[in-house]
């Protein structure tokens, strides 16, 4: 079955303690995204990636890291999470080709971070 | 920049009723798609349904249509004969046709939908 797996699905965890969110996908996508939903501001992009060791910022990357060292996993790392970052967290993957704007993405079931 | 603009942030409709969600949107690109996605309790992201800019037909999946007026820039969800698991966040999506880094979605704020039985 084709699927994005995300983990855990819910965390809860204090400021300063260095947390990792795994996602993996089976479906030897070249893109994935990660996104946070946030009440009143919808999903915003914060990093993605297009390929194994390409990434790139998207819209929110303050205060968050990811790697890309193979190509069916892209975790998403908060060195020093802070109460701000507190969010449903979601990872995405997709074709990128040109001319597959219509493509579906495929998303995790979303990973559900309070910090304290 | 591309942005999505959901105005109704809740609705109500009656089992078995119609309901329009709005969407708009401002782009200065002329190739890309619109989506809508529906968000259940359970969290999980579902692709109801995409319209390409291109196509002057409107989309449709079952009992969910859209209305694309494209000069407008305006993508409303129409959801015929209401049931109890539409309800549901759904949240409007626009994404560049150009692929790459542009496969980014852009997503509005959501509008939550009740369904009264």
């Known amino acids: 079955e084709a699927q994005v797996t995300q983990n855990p699905r819910y965390l809860i965890t204090v400021t300063g303690k260095k947390l990792t969110v795994t996602c993996s996908q089976n479906m030897n996508h070249e893109y994935m995204s990660w996104y946070r939903q946030d009440p009143g501001l919808g999903l915003r992009q914060i990093y993605y990636s297009m390929n194994v060791e390409v990434t790139d910022k998207g819209d929110v990357p303050e205060g968050y890291k990811v790697s890309r060292k193979e190509k069916r996993n892209f975790p998403l790392i908060l060195e020093s999470p802070s109460p701000n970052q507190t969010s449903l967290y979601f990872c995405?993957?997709?074709?990128?080709?040109?001319?597959?704007?219509?493509?579906?993405?495929?998303f995790g079931s979303g990973t559900q971070l309070s910090v304290l | 920049a591309q942005t999505v603009t959901q105005s109704q942030p809740e609705m109500s409709v009656q089992e078995a009723e119609t309901v329009t969600l709005s969407c708009t949107y401002d782009t200065s690109e002329s190739d890309y798609y619109l989506f809508w996605y529906k968000q259940p309790p359970s969290r999980q992201m579902i692709l109801v349904i995409r319209q390409e800019a291109y196509k002057q037909q409107n989309a449709t999946e079952n009992r969910f249509s859209v209305n694309f007026q494209k000069a407008a820039k305006s993508f409303s969800l129409k959801i015929s004969d209401s049931q109890l698991g539409d309800a549901a966040m759904y949240f409007c999506?626009?994404?560049?046709?150009?692929?790459?880094?542009?496969?980014?979605?852009?997503f509005g704020t959501g509008t939550l939908l009740a369904v009264q039985p």
């Open positions: 999506a626009y994404r560049r046709n150009y692929g790459g880094a542009t496969n980014k979605l852009i």
């Open positions: 995405a993957s997709g074709l990128p080709g040109i001319g597959q704007g219509g493509e579906k993405l495929f």
